[in-house]
């Protein structure tokens, strides 16, 4: 994963444009990504989709020909959808278009001007501090003009149509952290399902944020009653302890599935609230869609220092901190599949395990006391209306155990499965 993100680095990605397209082409030799375009001006929603952005280049130079700030250094140094320009200014004309962080001096800020038409460049403070010439040369070989707008999407049919959507933004340039780390888990996870058997169906969506989700949601109003759980991906390659920011609705499946496994994997962690700020989670939360989407993360955005700077780079992600942010998705998927609703086939009473051979075959068990207790709480729960998860959750018996418990029952007719009522959305 973290090669992947090295290959992606140094692309420069925006929320239209070549080097999304690149990004989607370069995922798309991991996974089978299907690649859309839609086209500028195109309605969706409340907005339209831009004119399509590309850059070729970006200096500020003294009038003597030294280059001081240079796009091929660093893509971060001309504000991403940056008009094009080409003029001598003077400097303080210059301070108007000039982005630094004075409380970080080494770092360029990473800055966006997606809906106005302005130009600008972002350089550390400490570049811009030892500029003190009367007059500079600035010039950006950019173009905006109608084009459209890529995403990428897969779908991975399960034995059931009902749906996870796994949603990464793919819109930011040279950051690791914040949008690379999305774009190289989802991509493991999406080879991870590919390669198995699955009751649910998975969408994955790598698309640019805001904009691309506003998008995939007004176009495809018909999918979404299929969505029955998702979670948006970001910062995950960092060392920080694991966030989730629950769905608008904050008592989803989903929001408690990723609780359940955070919890059992005893590390720190903190489960936040929904708020409408953030990642494309507060497209798929907005009023009218509600969907059960959460987000999931490690160091939120806008905690840690490097955020939106170019100390967001490949040091700050590590392959470590991918690695389990992925087995911590793969246990949620895990959980999802597994959490089904089942309802005693003949509801009354203790059935006789003996006589079914279950007796013996939970005695057979190492911890058989534990699988008993567990196959006991299937039994006495399964009513229709409870979930393995709600039965894990008042039983304080893992997941799995619980789950292992049900299999052994519907082996023995004991249970059936039962059709989740439909959600509320
Ligand atoms: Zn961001």
Redesign the pocket.
Known sequence: MHDFARELFPLCRSITGAGLRQTLQLIRGHVPLALHEVASGTSVLDWQIPAEWNVEGGRIETLSGHVVVDFADCNLHVVNYSCSVDAIVSREELSAHVHTLPGQPDLVPYRTAYYGQQWGFCLSDRVWESMHDAQYRVRIDSTLAPGSLSYGELTIAGREPREVLISVHCC?PS?AN??LSGITVATELARHLLGRDNRLSYRFLFIP?TIGSIAWLALHEDLLPRIEHGLVLTCVGDAGPFHYKQSRRGDAAIDRVVAHVLARRSSPHKILPFSPYGYDERQYCSPGYDLPVGCFMRSP?GTFRQY?TSADNLDFITPAALERSLDVLVEVVGVLERNIVYARVDGRGEPQLGRRGLYRAVSGQREHEDAQMALLWVLNQSDGGRSLLDIAERSGIDFDRIADAAELALTADLIRPVEPKPSPA
Do not use: I, K, V
Request: glycine fraction near 0%.
């Open positions: 930011h950051l914040d949008n944020a955005n939106h």
